[in-house]
């Protein structure tokens, strides 16, 4: 899988750009706050519909635009293909694939596969949950379509079931509807969790090698799942865990309208990691915290290969100078198969990356090198 062309218009700080990519290594160098993450960006939200620095789509549009479109023409599956994103300055979004319009954002994402890996995920490990579940999210996404279009039902329905117990003080009838959102909640909770189970031990395995191969073997990466506590068996059939959920949620009812927040469900869950048997977040280093943050998502980026047989596209925004020599090396040796787009401001730190191109990006304009 490889962009051979992308396009840009009004989005983020670029008026117009056209960019020829090379299907292995593409650099874009330049002083801070000149566009290169924007570049980045824009092909992060052809793959997942999201804006990886803002949720607000339309903060993209660049500043007196009406709209923003970013547009890719790449070759997939042994077929050439296009992604292409429209973003108004008011009113939803709209995704085309191969120029035909899609009715839904889960079937959207996946079309064209990325990993990212930016300096917010070497802090991946200490940060608060909602990040896993997003590193997890975002991956599944990609991988398997109906577990998209899963989690999208499941977050309307947390969203509406919040909003009865938010409101029931004042509308006390509007409780009469909260069981049938749990229930939902719950039956749609249970494939999450299923999935989310399986792709977290087939991820860890790959990522259990990879910082092994780091730490010198001195160190055991090891994994906690934490999930709904009445779920004693995350591998059990969809349905199974389901009914446990809700079982949780039927024993939890009287806290959650109390609390007036939804306290059992998927859209809690947690990803722990272990050196050693103890928590990473809690007692390892900041070396630690970042050779583990680092098997992750080079351990993402195999398992995209192992179940579509194609490298997704990876983006490296600035994270190599955020890591030492030793990890650089290690990151570098490890790129040399698909295509990888890299912002850096020191291009010197690239010597050893051959072939591929280099751009130039200033204010909003990019120049091939």
């Not at 940060?127 to 499941?154: H, K, T, V």
């Not at 990466?221 to 995350?234: G, I, N, Q, R």
């Not at 890591?323 to 040399?336: G, M, P, W």
Request: include cysteine; charged fraction near 25%.
């Amino acid at each position: 899988m490889n962009i051979q062309t992308l396009y840009l218009r009004d989005f983020r700080n670029y008026e117009t750009a056209q960019l020829a990519l090379s299907p292995g290594v593409n650099v874009f160098c330049g002083e801070n706050a000149q566009g290169k993450t924007n570049i980045l960006e824009a092909v992060g939200l052809l793959s997942t519909t999201r804006l990886f620095r803002s949720g607000q789509k339309r903060d993209a549009v660049r500043f007196g635009a009406q709209q923003a479109e970013v547009r890719a023409a790449f070759f997939a599956e042994k077929r050439d293909r296009t992604v292409r994103a429209v973003i108004p300055q008011a009113g939803r979004a709209q995704f085309f694939v191969n120029e035909v319009k899609q009715k839904r954002l889960s079937d959207v994402t996946g079309v064209l596969r990325t990993v990212l890996f930016c300096p917010e995920d070497l802090l991946l490990i200490r940060e608060g949950a909602a990040a896993r579940r997003r590193f997890m999210d975002i991956a599944l996404c990609q991988l398997r379509p109906n577990y998209a279009r899963y989690l999208s039902e499941y977050g309307k329905l947390h969203e509406n079931k919040l909003r009865i117990l938010k409101d029931a003080e004042e509308k006390p009838s509007l409780l009469d509807a909260l069981d049938d959102f749990s229930f939902r909640m719950s039956a749609i909770g249970g494939h999450i969790v299923r999935y989310r189970a399986y792709y977290l031990r087939a991820l860890m395995e790959k990522a259990q090698c990879i910082h092994a191969s780091l730490s010198g073997k001195n160190e055991q990466l090891s994994y906690c799942y934490h999930t709904v506590s009445a779920v004693p068996d995350p591998f059990a059939s969809a349905k199974e865990i389901g009914m446990q959920i809700w079982e949780h949620m039927c024993a939890h009812r009287a806290a959650e309208i109390a609390s007036r927040s939804c306290l059992s469900g998927p859209h809690k869950d947690d990803l722990e990691l272990l050196i050693g048997g103890r928590s990473a977040k809690s007692f390892g280093s900041q070396g630690q915290v970042r050779t583990c943050a680092l098997s992750l998502k080079l351990a993402e980026r195999d398992m995209f290969y192992d179940s579509t047989k194609e490298y997704p596209i990876l983006l490296l925004d600035d994270v190599l100078s955020e890591l030492d020599a030793k990890r650089q090396d290690f990151v570098l040796n490890r790129i040399e198969n698909g295509q990888v787009l890299i912002t850096c401001c020191e291009p010197e730190k690239l010597a050893q990356v051959q072939g591929g191109r280099m751009f130039l990006v200033s204010q909003g304009t990019v120049q091939q090198v």
